[in-house]
């Protein structure tokens, strides 16, 4: 992996073949201007036989295990949790050449094409369920991937061609300056390690969107590879304030006050219960989720 530029969260993912056969790369950002990724794939390849395909595993709702994913005429793909009211859409440019979706390990893309090809054309699961979409991509040029997201379909689509037809370049630009805008507020030491920069950044990136000054322990589930998601523990991804105190004190030795005094401002009037106390953790909207205080 390889940071596209210092001071942006940005990223550049080189896969390759170690007998030099093939090499692909994958260029990522998110959109300002709208609740979307996209990202820019190459793929090349010394042999003509070999051909790239992009595997699409949505985890909706918090959990896969209600998903639904659609293949349209289009071309467009559909994934959504009925449930929590959560929709994707992955659109591509140039559109793929064939699509299906599968359920994980049993008819999904991976499966199919342990012979080598792509049999397979499902434009839906027949139930919801932890799924996947597979898409055939062209061997030679840039495709370009966008995915946006929305509370219905129509919301998720636009999101999604608002992005596309922005394009990766003009998207990176945009998402850089704005990295480069905020980390030029604050008040770096002298001659800050490239880490210095990450580290600021990861820190902001994990605020949450909707409760400002909320940040979870962290994204991840760092035991995602022996448990799924489809249980009421979702790792780290809960607000603690004995953490969120930390982050918020480092906020305050980066120079940024306003977002530590937003945090302080969310302890105050969403985690803070009846008694002065604080739950141990708490879903972003207050609710304890552990017993303790």
């Known amino acids: 992996m390889q940071y596209l530029d210092p001071q942006a969260l940005a990223y550049r993912v080189l896969t390759a073949d170690p007998g030099g056969a093939w ?31 992009a595997y699409f595993v949505p985890h909706l709702g918090g ?58 054309t499902f434009d839906r699961l027949s139930r919801p369920g932890y799924g996947a979409a597979t898409l055939a991509l062209p061997a030679k040029g840039a495709v370009t991937l966008a995915v946006g997201f929305g509370e219905t379909e129509d919301a998720a689509r636009k999101a999604a061609q608002a992005t596309l037809k922005r394009g990766f370049n003009t998207v990176y630009q945009d998402y850089v300056t704005r990295w480069r805008q905020y980390l030029a507020k604050l008040t770096p030491p002298a001659a800050p390690d490239p880490l210095y920069w990450v580290s600021t950044m990861v820190l902001k990136a994990h605020e949450d969107k909707t409760y400002h000054g909320a940040g979870v322990a962290s994204l991840t589930m760092p035991w995602g590879n022996c448990r799924t998601d489809d249980t009421s523990d979702q790792g780290y991804r809960y607000v603690w304030p004995r ?21 302080l401002e969310y302890l105050d009037n969403v985690l803070q219960t009846s008694t002065d106390a604080f739950p141990q953790n708490a879903t972003l909207d207050g609710t304890p989720h552990w017993g303790s205080l």
Do not use: C
Request: hydrophobic residues 40%; without cysteine.
């Open 243 to 263: 953490d969120l105190y930390h982050v918020a004190m480092a906020f305050i030795a980066l120079g940024d006050r306003d977002t530590a005094n937003s945090t």
């Open 63 to 120: 959990s896969g295990r209600n998903d639904q994913l659609v293949v349209h005429e289009d071309g467009a793909l559909v994934a959504f949790d009925a449930d929590a009211q959560t929709y994707a859409v992955l659109l591509a440019d140039p559109q793929p050449a064939r699509a299906s979706v599968g359920y994980l390990r049993a008819s999904d893309g991976v499966t199919d094409l342990q012979d080598g090809r792509m049999d397979w």
């Open 23 to 53: 090499q692909a790369g994958k260029e990522v950002v998110t959109d300002p201007a709208a609740d979307s990724l996209i990202t820019r794939w190459t793929f090349t390849s010394t042999n003509a036989a070999l051909s790239p395909y």
